[in-house]
């Protein structure tokens, strides 16, 4: 796997046609307020966003309120401080009992720190989002 996938992108145009999933500060019209991630990527996420907020689904369209969103974020904090280079610990700290990641978890202990990395500046930047409006939708491309 290379850990190209693991980026937060501003603009579509830096995908090169990837899959992709939008995540949008409600309206989307303030400045900064969508980010865009590799589908692969956002994959290994899933499983967090779906410990913290139940009623995330796999539908194409979410909206989740930035409070929900607050939570979920501390969750992914404590699984990145927590991730080992094991695939039963993966499996159990980025909660796959629900969700799978589209590629195989052995892919993800040759990029480890990456994906920690990429989890941090999920974070970030969700963090910024959750300032700006009262709730964030992701949506799948």
Do not use: H
């Not at 190209?4 to 990837?18: A, H, Q, R, V, W």
């Not at 899959?19 to 949008?24: A, C, N």
């Not at 202990?109 to 409006?133: A, R």
């Amino acid at each position: 796997m290379s850990s190209n996938i693991f980026k937060i992108y501003k603009d579509t145009k830096e995908l090169n046609k990837e899959s992709y999933v939008t995540l949008t500060a409600a309206k989307g019209k303030k400045e900064n307020s969508v980010i865009y991630i590799n589908m692969d990527a956002f994959s290994y996420i899933e499983g967090l966003i779906w410990d913290k907020y139940r009623e995330y689904g796999s539908s194409k369209k979410v909206k989740i309120s930035s409070d929900d969103w607050k939570r979920i974020l501390e969750g992914i904090v404590v699984a990145s401080n927590t991730l080992t280079a094991s695939v039963e610990e993966l499996e159990q700290t980025l909660k796959f009992e629900i969700y799978s990641p589209a590629n195989d978890l052995t892919d993800l202990l040759g990029v480890l720190d990456t994906f920690k990395s990429y989890l941090q500046e999920f974070v970030q930047c969700m963090n910024q989002l959750v300032l700006l409006e009262k709730y964030i939708i992701i949506q799948k491309k």
